[in-house]
């Protein structure tokens, strides 16, 4: 957010008619739809708050009025026009906060299927053959199973569910992300993307599951907020394994002695990528064919199956294509097709093909290059490094954040910038941001989940700076924004691999 969102204020509180009146509104709140249409009206009706959110914060409770314990991440953020606007706000923004927490820490007591919020007997029946985990939660009410799924990958019967809120099955990590999810759907949305959320079953473990949400409170017919989730456990833990191997034969190749390349152990790597490869691009094939309409119709469910075929399939893809780019960078054997190349319209491109995406998230996305001397390089391969810094800039900066790409020519080159308003990195982290698969501590699961890249992006980016002769800089402050710095020669002389 944008605009003034200072700290709590000391000292006398201003508390005009609208203000007092909200505050009285949150302290007989009972349900967290009540408690959104209050952060509504707290925007609506005080014309000095620009804004307003229940959210996830980057910190521990960062610049917000915090709500919950500090594992939910979770606060309300005000946006005023200044500090004597936010002075008054802050009387009601503080009873709209413990009317939050409030409501959130209130029991939701486990109900059995039979005794389930109102869905037809059809619906109900259909519901129960379905092969994803399916769950209502009505906060005041309660929640309960609808599929058999929850009894057969969880353990649990969905006849007499345990006697536990839905949050103490969620993995402490992802509770931030569940919280928000409910809130989210509480003021009227749902998940366009989904996100993996970590379950224990009755046996103690964890199941991943990966979960797509419908607001459908305002349905007469279900009055609750669904939960559909689809096992991705074996699909996790194989992306997982990759890494693993991928990070042990990097550290088995630096230690390779100088000028033999790459470990031998390293044709790993390219060996069982290709050998993935065929089967995948398979199952994506015949997953498209299967969505064609002249191959029948298909209802709801079954798409939204399909969806996740497709959707995993092809990140396991983006996984072996981006092993197999490193893989050549580390053995050298990598070319790059060198030509002179013009900056800004280089960049134009790059900007002109996220656009969309800047703007569907309602993220401003500006460029600033000037006119130099042509730069010498491959421009396929720059342009992919700038494709995953904006990449990285729109997964992890919040709506109505800003993104900004420029170039400028120096006195070796050009130096290639984006810089972003988003979530920044923790500075213990920073040293970590170019090893594989690295995730910042401040990024919640959601936002993790929501990205296409494989984790390989900044590393593979690395190398192919470092293969022009060039450098890659970064500079984050975490809650501020981070700002990535590519310093490339005018006419660089090529290391092995061009």
Known sequence: MRGYTGDRVAGAELTPSAVRALAARAERATSLVEVQRLVNDLRALLPGVRDAALEITSGAHAAGIPVGPARWRLALRICATDDLAYREALPAAEKIAAAADRCLRRPCPALPADRAMPVDPLGRSLLAGDRAVVVLIDPPAGWVALSDEFNLLLGYDRQSPPNLSPLELVHPDDQAVAVATLLDACAGYGTEDPFDLRVRTATGQWRTLEVVVRALLDDPQVGAVAYL?????????????????????????????????????????????????????????????????????????QRTYLDVIDRNANRLLRLIEELLTLSRLQAGTLPLKMAAVRVPAMLEAVVTERRLAAEAAEIELALDAVNGPELVCDEARVQQVLGNLLANALAFTPSGGQIGVAARPVATGWQLMVSDTGIGIPPAEQSSLFSPFFRASNVGAAAWAGTSGAGLGLVISQAIVELHGGVIDVASTEGVGTTVTVSLPARPRVKDGG
């Open 229 to 301: 989730g689809v096992d991705v456990t074996n699909q996790r833990a194989t992306e997982r394994v990759l890494r693993e191997e991928l990070a042990r034969l990097r550290a088995t190749a630096t230690v390779a002695e100088p000028g033999t390349g790459a470990a031998p152990e390293t044709s790993f790597v390219p060996t069982v990528a290709h050998e993935l490869r065929g089967p995948l691009s398979a199952v994506v094939a015949f997953a498209h064919l299967l969505g064609d309409p002249g191959s029948g119709n298909l209802t709801e469910e």
